[in-house]
């Protein structure tokens, strides 16, 4: 009998830190509790840099190998500024443009590419860069409660980006695997 091999889910993403964290994990739970919306509690407040893709598990380490090469980057800061939506299904915290995030999240993209052959949708939708809080199980009638309360809200905050993350699925939810730090 072949024994088949494991494939996991994994992506790419930007973590922000303390105090932050819990700040994003605050308002998550508010959509869990006032909308029943809680698929965005499945992972930590992240920006995406990759969507999720499959990779054999026993091909792990080559996987942390790789990545390990995009690290020549220096730190930047992303500022959060308010809420945006993707109607009628996600609303996100959004961020203020930021060149040295999409220049980064470029480079990752091509290195994925070539290297490692994973294809991220990014490549045909360009890249809009967001932290969700409510998403795939918000109701359209949530959707269009929500958005009028969160339209104008402000949210601030700064992430200091030194690293970038590998994370993990683990059938139920996404986990911090892997961290990557910057090494200009």
């Not at 407040?45 to 996987?63: Q, R, V």
């Not at 409660?145 to 590998?166: C, M, Q, R, Y």
């Amino acid at each position: 009998m072949l024994k088949t091999a494991t494939v996991n889910r994994y992506f790419i993403a930007i973590l922000p830190t303390e105090p932050l964290a819990s700040e994003i994990i605050k308002v998550k739970q508010y959509f869990v509790e006032a909308y029943g919306s809680k698929g965005a509690l499945r992972s930590p407040g992240h920006l995406t840099l990759h969507m999720p893709f499959l990779w054999k598990e026993k091909k792990e380490s080559k996987l942390i190998d790789l990545l390990a090469q995009t690290t020549n980057i220096n730190p930047f800061k992303i500022q959060l500024d308010g809420f945006g939506a993707f109607p009628p299904k996600a609303i996100f915290i959004k961020n203020k443009p930021c060149a040295e995030l999409s220049t980064f999240q470029e480079q990752l993209t091509r290195f994925t590419w070539r290297e490692m052959k994973l294809f991220n949708p990014t490549h045909n939708r360009g890249f809009h860069p967001h932290i969700t809080v409510a998403f795939r199980d918000l109701k359209k009638e949530g959707f269009y409660k929500a958005w009028p309360e969160f339209e104008h809200k402000s949210f601030d905050g700064e992430i200091e980006v030194n690293s970038f993350w590998l994370l993990k699925h683990d059938g139920k939810q996404w986990h911090p695997f892997h961290e990557f730090v910057f090494k200009p």
